[in-house]
């Protein structure tokens, strides 16, 4: 069964998601990543779709179902390097995905994140410095 | 005795194209700027070479048939031609009914002394010309159309350019409305152009758009959203009052999008996101 790697970057999350998902792999990754967050105690969870040219109204509801539950969970989503195309397909889905954050690409995802931590203030993280490189099995 | 109209005027060929050319020139309203007395008559030629070749006994009186197909052409020809040099719409109309006063000076000359021959062939050149006339009209409207739905293909190709104001801010006017076929282009066009230059901030200036009604504000959410998703900031300037104004009356809801009155505060706002400074350099004169 295919898999989609989660990384752990210190504080945050890192997906990158290199195939075009079908519904089962979305709906593993789902449970995958709040598994992750909650293990981790991840600040933050950072999903690079630049290589997905295709989406449909379930893929964007899997994204945004994601950004909801880890904002439940106090981890701030961002969704960074979404195509023109797809971003205009979801558009006319009706699907603007409001409350996820985006970027254009990686760098500026992992700034924002960081912004977002700092203004919310910075916490000690007890579990920070244990489980160093975690990945999903 | 009996004269065979068609016959007598095929004679007359001659005679006709002189009177024709002589009608045309003595108009107040010929163009010579726009085409020569000889082209003119070159033209003129071919018509009646055209019409008297196929115009018999039968057909006279018959303006639907098939006989006249060539002519027609000719005519289209010819009234298509004119209306892209820039011919008035009188001024071919002219064109051709001068030809009806030729062939009338004609038909006089012959039946002189026979009233109700010319009567009737008076009545049945004079349908045949005005049908000429029609299909002119026609084409010659249908040739200006042309012209006008290129014209339209060109504004659409060139309206929608996407200016990069600065590092990270590209800036879009959009000039004249906007309907869903034009969103889809300016949509697809900023999002590229976000991708390739690496823009995070994208300004959307209506100014130039002359009403906004309900479709027009969902067209714009749209590209706000999209741009939103691609990971960009997008802020509509150039709101003007009375656009302001229909806005709020349709009940349409901008709060979600930063809008600026002009396109100068927007920048202003983009150089406060992306924390950019702009100061009036420091004379050295004043220093002293």
Same mark, same amino acid.
């Given at each position: 069964?295919?898999?989609?790697?989660?990384?752990?970057?210190?504080?945050?999350?890192?997906?990158?998601?290199?195939?075009?998902?079908?519904?089962?792999?979305?709906?593993?990754?789902?449970?995958?990543?709040?598994?992750?967050?909650?293990?981790?105690?991840?600040?933050?969870?950072?999903?690079?779709?630049?290589?997905?040219?295709?989406?449909?109204?379930?893929?964007?509801?899997?994204?945004?179902?994601?950004?909801?539950?880890?904002?439940?969970?106090?981890?701030?989503?961002?969704?960074?390097?979404?195509?023109?195309?797809?971003?205009?397909?979801?558009?006319?889905?009706?699907?603007?995905?409001?409350?996820?954050?985006?970027?254009?690409?990686?760098?500026?995802?992992?700034?924002?994140?960081?912004?977002?931590?700092?203004?919310?203030?910075?916490?000690?993280?007890?579990?920070?410095?244990?489980?160093?490189?975690?990945?999903?099995? | 005795?009996?004269?065979?109209?068609?016959?007598?005027?095929?004679?007359?060929?001659?005679?006709?194209?002189?009177?024709?050319?002589?009608?045309?020139?003595?108009?107040?309203?010929?163009?010579?700027?726009?085409?020569?007395?000889?082209?003119?008559?070159?033209?003129?030629?071919?018509?009646?070479?055209?019409?008297?070749?196929?115009?018999?006994?039968?057909?006279?009186?018959?303006?639907?048939?098939?006989?006249?197909?060539?002519?027609?052409?000719?005519?289209?020809?010819?009234?298509?031609?004119?209306?892209?040099?820039?011919?008035?719409?009188?001024?071919?109309?002219?064109?051709?009914?001068?030809?009806?006063?030729?062939?009338?000076?004609?038909?006089?000359?012959?039946?002189?002394?026979?009233?109700?021959?010319?009567?009737?062939?008076?009545?049945?050149?004079?349908?045949?010309?005005?049908?000429?006339?029609?299909?002119?009209?026609?084409?010659? #409207? *249908?040739?200006?159309?042309?012209?006008? /739905?290129?014209?339209?293909?060109? !504004?659409?190709?060139?309206?929608? %350019?996407? @200016?990069?104001?600065?590092?990270?801010?590209?800036?879009?006017?959009?000039?004249?409305?906007?309907?869903?076929?034009?969103?889809?282009?300016?949509?697809?066009?900023?999002?590229?152009?976000?991708?390739?230059?690496?823009?995070?901030?994208?300004?959307?200036?209506?100014?130039?758009?002359?009403?906004?009604?309900?479709?027009?504000?969902?067209?714009? #959410? *749209?590209?706000?959203?999209?741009?939103? /998703?691609?990971?960009?900031?997008? !802020?509509?300037?150039?709101?003007? %009052?009375? @656009?302001?104004?229909?806005?709020?009356?349709?009940?349409?809801?901008?709060?979600?999008?930063?809008?600026?009155?002009?396109?100068?505060?927007?920048?202003?706002?983009?150089?406060?996101?992306?924390?950019?400074?702009?100061?009036?350099?420091?004379?050295?004169?004043?220093?002293?």
């Amino acid at each position: 069964m295919e898999k989609i790697p989660i990384l752990r970057m210190g504080q945050f999350l890192l997906v990158t998601i290199q195939v075009d998902l079908y519904d089962r792999l979305a709906l593993n990754l789902e449970a995958d990543l709040v598994q992750m967050v909650s293990k981790t105690g991840a600040r933050g969870v950072l999903i690079d779709i630049s290589a997905v040219s295709i989406v449909d109204s379930f893929m964007g509801r899997i994204i945004g179902n994601i950004a909801n539950m880890s904002k439940i969970m106090d981890a701030e989503t961002v969704v960074v390097g979404m195509q023109p195309a797809v971003a205009i397909t979801l558009i006319e889905l009706g699907l603007p995905l409001t409350g996820v954050h985006t970027a254009l690409d990686v760098e500026k995802g992992m700034e924002l994140l960081r912004n977002k931590i700092l203004v919310d203030g910075p916490e000690n993280d007890g579990d920070d410095d244990d489980n160093a490189s975690d990945s999903a099995e | 005795m009996k004269i065979e109209i068609s016959k007598m005027l095929q004679k007359k060929k001659k005679q006709i194209i002189d009177l024709w050319m002589k009608n045309q020139l003595a108009d107040a309203g010929l163009r010579e700027d726009l085409m020569s007395n000889d082209e003119l008559r070159v033209q003129s030629e071919e018509l009646v070479d055209a019409l008297l070749k196929r115009l018999n006994e039968e057909n006279l009186a018959d303006i639907d048939s098939s006989d006249f197909d060539e002519i027609y052409e000719i005519l289209g020809g010819i009234s298509i031609t004119r209306a892209r040099q820039g011919f008035s719409p009188r001024e071919t109309g002219v064109y051709i009914f001068s030809l009806k006063d030729a062939l009338l000076e004609i038909l006089q000359q012959e039946f002189k002394n026979d009233a109700t021959q010319l009567y009737n062939a008076t009545i049945k050149v004079g349908k045949l010309i005005d049908n000429f006339g029609i299909v002119t009209f026609e084409t010659f #409207i *249908k040739g200006r159309e042309e012209v006008i /739905l290129r014209q339209t293909d060109e !504004i659409t190709e060139i309206s929608t %350019p996407v @200016i990069r104001v600065w590092d990270g801010i590209l800036a879009l006017p959009i000039i004249g409305t906007l309907d869903s076929a034009r969103t889809q282009v300016v949509m697809e066009n900023l999002l590229q152009e976000i991708v390739n230059t690496g823009s995070s901030i994208a300004i959307l200036d209506i100014s130039g758009v002359p009403a906004v009604d309900s479709l027009v504000a969902q067209h714009l #959410i *749209k590209t706000v959203s999209a741009t939103r /998703l691609m990971g960009a900031e997008c !802020i509509i300037s150039g709101i003007r %009052p009375e @656009i302001a104004q229909t806005v709020v009356h349709l009940g349409i809801d901008l709060s979600n999008i930063v809008t600026k009155a002009t396109l100068a505060s927007a920048l202003k706002y983009a150089f406060s996101i992306l924390q950019l400074e702009v100061r009036k350099k420091q004379s050295n004169s004043v220093k002293i």
